[in-house]
């Protein structure tokens, strides 16, 4: 079946292309900071954590969210979601690929990550996040090649893949949980030391993933004349809509909890985010942006009217997705490190050379995304014919 992947016309190539161009030139920078080390970086000593743990933080929501499409086509058999299932999979595989490409990059010496293999330990979170990565894209991997290669034979799939398949459910939710936890369990990091911190994250992934599906389904109906039909990007939609509702109430939640109770170690983290600290505000400005985004978000899902309408739609996606990437990355990965246990202000911005990487890393993400739709839809095409 990738043989369909080379066939192609001339906007298709293009793409490819300038796709291939953005990672050649992030690899540049990447070659530059594995000679020269993570100094070209605007990480430090007190900021160990930055863009590319906060992309890795949003990716592993992305990639979780895949179950919002598996458990209502296969465990409820919910016909609408036939089309956009696999695109979903397609989607997990390539968020986890962009995860484990993240820590990869972050690693001051990459090999180091082997260490997880060599030595493991069970003990370490960090070592249980990267089985469930890694076991959950084999899963989707499976799934989706086993599913693609039936429907290519108009074949119903085998009976052996429905197991697989509800285990991938359960997985899917683990891999979120299991970030989170790697961020709950450290005890000198106040600012995520917070029982529902996983399932915020969660909710945030049930929000961020099936919006960018739905931008993923627009452009496959403006650029490849595949509709996935109006009920699934309804379907879609009203589940971002329960799941966004969620993300906001549990915000609210950390934000009474932590002044109510007016624990200096808690509040000194969010006086950070909403008004600075010290005359240091470096993220003041992109996390009301993030805030008064999701706000009117909620108002777009929750009117019927605005939520249905195909104009409105994609921007309301295309915010809802923005406003977590602002809040589940750099807001809650950076925020976590200022004001340090000692508090010391230290802040971070991102260097020209992580922009470049991360860029590089995402333009990959789309170019394995882009791919495997061009083989799912030259299939679903030659079985229509």
């Given at each position: ?5 080379l ?9 490819l292309?300038?796709?291939?161009a953005v990672?050649a ?14 100094t ?8 160990s ?5 906060a992309q ?10 895949a179950v ?6 296969y ?6 979601f ?24 972050d690693l001051?010496?990459p090999f ?30 499976l799934?989706?090649y086993i599913?693609?290669?039936?429907e ?9 893949i ?6 991938s459910?359960p997985?899917a939710?683990?891999?979120h ?18 029982a ?25 109906k ?6 996935v ?11 971002v809509t329960?799941?966004?509702t969620?993300?906001v ?7 009474f ?10 509040a ?16 003041t400005?992109?996390?009301?942006i993030?805030?008064?985004?999701a706000?009117?978000t909620?108002v777009?899902?929750?009117n019927?009217?605005?939520r ?12 809802v ?6 809040d ?9 490190f ?5 508090g010391?202000i230290?802040?971070?911005?991102p ?10 890393i ?14 799912a839809l ?8």
């Amino acid at each position: 079946m990738i043989e369909k992947a080379l066939q192609g016309d001339r906007r298709y190539w293009t793409w490819l292309l300038i796709l291939g161009a953005v990672i050649a030139a992030g690899t540049g920078f990447y070659l530059k900071q594995f000679h020269t080390g993570l100094t070209i970086t605007g990480l430090s000593r007190d900021v160990s954590w930055g863009f590319y743990i906060a992309q890795f933080t949003f990716l592993v929501g992305v990639a979780a969210s895949a179950v919002m499409l598996v458990l209502p086509y296969y465990l409820h058999n919910y016909k609408a979601f036939g089309k956009i299932t696999i695109l979903g999979e397609f989607v997990a595989i390539a968020a986890v690929i962009m995860c484990v490409t993240f820590i990869f990059v972050d690693l001051g010496q990459p090999f180091r990550m082997l260490n997880i293999f060599l030595h493991p330990s069970p003990s370490s979170l960090m070592f249980w996040d990267t089985i469930a990565l890694g076991g959950y894209m084999c899963l989707n991997v499976l799934i989706s090649y086993i599913t693609l290669k039936a429907e290519s034979k108009t074949l119903p799939p085998p009976k052996w893949i429905k197991p697989i398949i509800l285990i991938s459910i359960p997985w899917a939710i683990s891999i979120h949980t299991v970030t989170a936890f790697l961020y709950s369990g450290l005890v000198a990091r106040p600012f995520w030391m917070t029982a529902v911190l996983a399932p915020r994250f969660l909710a945030s992934a049930f929000a961020s993933g099936p919006s960018l599906l739905i931008l993923l389904c627009l452009i496959l109906k403006r650029f490849a004349s595949f509709d996935v039909g109006r009920e699934a990007l309804r379907k879609l939609a009203e589940i971002v809509t329960y799941a966004m509702t969620v993300n906001v109430f549990f915000i609210l939640m950390e934000f009474f909890t932590t002044f109510y109770s007016g624990i200096p170690e808690h509040a000194e983290h969010f006086d950070y985010l909403i008004h600075g600290l010290e005359g240091k505000h470096g993220l003041t400005l992109w996390m009301w942006i993030s805030w008064i985004i999701a706000a009117a978000t909620l108002v777009l899902l929750i009117n019927p009217g605005t939520r249905r309408s195909e104009k409105i739609l994609p921007w309301t996606a295309l915010l809802v997705v923005v406003s977590i990437w602002i809040d589940k990355g750099m807001g809650m990965v950076v925020t976590g490190f200022v004001p340090t246990p000692l508090g010391h202000i230290t802040e971070y911005f991102p260097t020209l050379p992580e922009l470049m990487i991360s860029l590089a890393i995402y333009g990959m993400g789309m170019f394995i995304v882009t791919i495997f739709y061009k083989v799912a839809l030259s299939v679903r095409s030659a079985v229509a014919r």
